[in-house]
């Protein structure tokens, strides 16, 4: 078989595509290099040996085709460079788009993150023109410098890589009988590439683990094999629950006690049993930038200040790291699920549970306002089917008030909602998800940090400041909106809760961006619908936004036994605990500690809230941990 060159070929291919992949890394490795430099070159390097086995994988699907058509003299050797060049422009726009993503995202590219290709003018509207540029330049770049390699790896050691010598078949039978075994094999090798050997078990990402640093073994993971692995996963999920942890009765026993507590034991904090309620949303509003939750001074001094005047719900934390999870997991109660997004579901979404929907019913007046395209994530459909009468987005504002790539800012829609909450029926329920601190962080008004972010060369700290200014914005227009709001008829009977959609890497600079300060969220109630002797107060009972349905609806006294996934942070009977989880695994918190389990590894790690508190204890809530994503993962599939 192969006779002159067909095998020759077939080898350098190989050689090609481990080299390739190896460029890859290193591009990905320099652009994120502030995420890896605290780690040694020797780690680093070896990130390149511990890819090797899933390197040679990704080969061996992209050599299956071109094997096939080297044994079978189909195609020309030119017919086979013109599907390798498809496959090199493939592969290396997956990577940089990767390699981009990674530095805010801190994943790896996968389903989830494809889903938003179905928006593109938002995706533009999130990238600066100096991003699109690099973009640009590094795809060119690496494409480029890709198809380059190829022709010189194939150049070296073919005297003519160009024309393959073809085979006669009608030759002595035992040359027939050679070419037969030497296909065999090449294909056998192909395969057990593909599969990672002969193993019981066929290749996953654990081939690549070797840190208990995730962005080292981020780097290790090839991409496109990742992202194949994560596509068909995320196709299998959406068929059936996924994980299997324990038997369907473990599992119910371990749910009820989660959720085990005394409804008499509940907390009044309000002044009213039907106040009217303004619930905001706040786009990527950390605790980082919250000085009274330990977070930056002089951010945020309005909302800190706001913190000291409301009850404060001090431990919580968000159930995702994207808005359109974190808003489910708010107006639904409901929690994420790793690499899905319910919201993009309608069949889903429409079984779920929503508070405008429970508010409707008992008499509310009912509107959602948002300043970009209501259509981006599927908002619309979701708003429309929680039960919102009125639908306020980007379409309703005058042009000269859309000044934001993504539509209008925030003190513009918060104008609005003021201005109709003034000809609002009584009582009503209103929804603001605000925009403004998004990338690419525009701000309309002059802030303190905006001399730094202009003049900062370093990229990271660049970004932390733009944020920062977008955050001190946010907070400007805030407190615009409560001290308008207080001169309103109807102020005295509102309740305001804000909380944020999810946290941030940014301004902290997170690296490991599983860990749970990057979670950590604010949630006030603020108003003089909360009883004089809560107000300036503190709860500091760990929970989610999950939590938020259930304890409202508490408070008003109407049914919340629809929001399962809840809990009532104003019940010191329920249990305390918080959960997020991402693609490789899942993070749970207690007042002990966090407890970390990682899918691919089937590790736990685990971090104690206190010294005196040991692994033991906290390794001890893993079964609690696990029976839940399984449960929530079995619901989801059902649904």
């Not at 918060?414 to 998800?433: G, M, R, S, W």
């Not at 010191?572 to 002990?592: H, R, V």
Request: some cysteine.
């Amino acid at each position: 078989m192969f006779k002159n060159y067909r095998l020759s070929f077939w080898l350098h291919l190989w050689v090609f595509w481990l080299m390739y992949f190896a460029l890859h890394r290193v591009v990905f490795l320099i652009y994120n290099h502030s995420t890896f430099n605290e780690y040694t070159i020797l780690e680093q390097l070896q990130s390149f040996w511990e890819a090797i086995h899933l390197d040679f994988s990704t080969a061996g699907y992209l050599m299956v085709i071109p094997t096939l058509l080297l044994i079978g003299y189909i195609f020309s050797v030119k017919s086979i460079n013109r599907f390798n060049y498809l496959l090199i422009v493939l592969i290396g726009i997956i990577s940089v788009t990767d390699t981009l993503l990674y530095h805010e995202w801190g994943y790896k590219l996968n389903a989830y993150a494809l889903s938003f290709l179905a928006y593109p003018a938002q995706m533009m509207a999130s990238i600066t023109t100096s991003q699109l540029i690099l973009a640009i330049v590094l795809e060119i770049g690496l494409i480029g410098f890709g198809i380059f390699l190829y022709k010189f790896t194939l150049k070296i050691g073919l005297n003519n890589p160009n024309e393959f010598e073809k085979f006669d078949f009608n030759k002595k039978t035992i040359y027939s009988v050679a070419y037969g075994f030497v296909s065999l094999l090449v294909a056998a090798l192909t395969f057990l590439a593909i599969r990672g050997g002969v193993g019981l078990a066929p290749i996953n990402q654990s081939s690549a683990y070797y840190s208990t640093h995730a962005s080292l073994n981020h780097l290790a993971t090839n991409t496109s094999w990742n992202l194949l692995f994560n596509l068909l996963k995320t196709r299998k999920a959406n068929k059936q629950a996924g994980v299997k942890y324990f038997d369907e009765k473990t599992i119910q026993k371990n749910i009820q006690e989660i959720y085990k507590s005394n409804p008499k034991e509940q907390e009044k904090v309000l002044r009213y049993t039907r106040p009217n309620v303004v619930l905001v949303i706040l786009e990527s509003y950390t605790s980082d930038v919250i000085e009274t939750l330990g977070g930056e001074k002089g951010i945020a001094p309005h909302f800190s200040k706001m913190t000291t005047e409301g009850l404060l719900f001090d431990h919580i934390y968000s159930t995702a790291d994207r808005t359109d999870k974190g808003i489910v997991g708010v107006l639904s109660g409901y929690p994420t699920q790793k690499n899905s997004s319910i919201i993009k579901e309608p069949q889903k979404f429409e079984k779920l549970p929503a508070l405008a929907s429970v508010f409707k019913e008992k008499g509310y007046s009912t509107s959602a306002y948002y300043g970009g395209e209501s259509e981006y994530a599927n908002f619309k459909a979701y708003w429309h089917h929680s039960g919102y009468d009125k639908i306020i987005d980007q379409n309703q504002f005058e042009e000269k008030d859309k000044n934001s790539k993504w539509g209008a800012h925030d003190h513009i829609v918060f104008e609005k909602v003021i201005k109709d909450l003034n000809k609002q029926k009584a009582p009503f329920f209103t929804t603001v998800l605000t925009l403004s601190c998004h990338e690419p962080f525009e701000t309309p008004i002059e802030t303190p940090y905006d001399e730094a972010a202009k003049t900062e060369t370093d990229k990271d700290k660049k970004e932390a400041n733009l944020f920062r200014k977008a955050a001190y914005y946010a907070d400007w227009s805030i407190n615009k909106f409560i001290e308008e709001a207080k001169k309103q008829t109807w102020y005295d009977q509102t309740l305001f809760i804000f909380v944020a959609d999810h946290g941030h890497r940014l301004p902290k600079l997170y690296k490991d961006t599983r860990q749970t300060e990057k979670y950590r969220i604010p949630l006030l109630f603020y108003g003089n619908a909360i009883a004089e002797e809560f107000l300036s107060t503190r709860n500091s009972r760990i929970g989610s936004q999950t939590d938020i349905p259930t304890t409202l609806l508490g408070q008003l006294g109407i049914d919340n036994t629809q929001f399962e996934w809840g809990k009532d942070l104003l019940n010191p009977s329920s249990k305390q605990f918080a959960f997020y989880c991402y693609d490789e695994g899942m993070t749970w918190i207690t007042p002990n500690g966090s407890l970390r389990y990682t899918e691919t590894t089937k590790t736990s790690q685990v971090k104690s809230s206190s010294e005196g508190i040991q692994k033991k204890t906290l390794l001890e809530e893993l079964p609690f941990a696990k029976s839940y994503l399984q449960a929530l993962l079995e619901d989801y599939a059902q649904k």
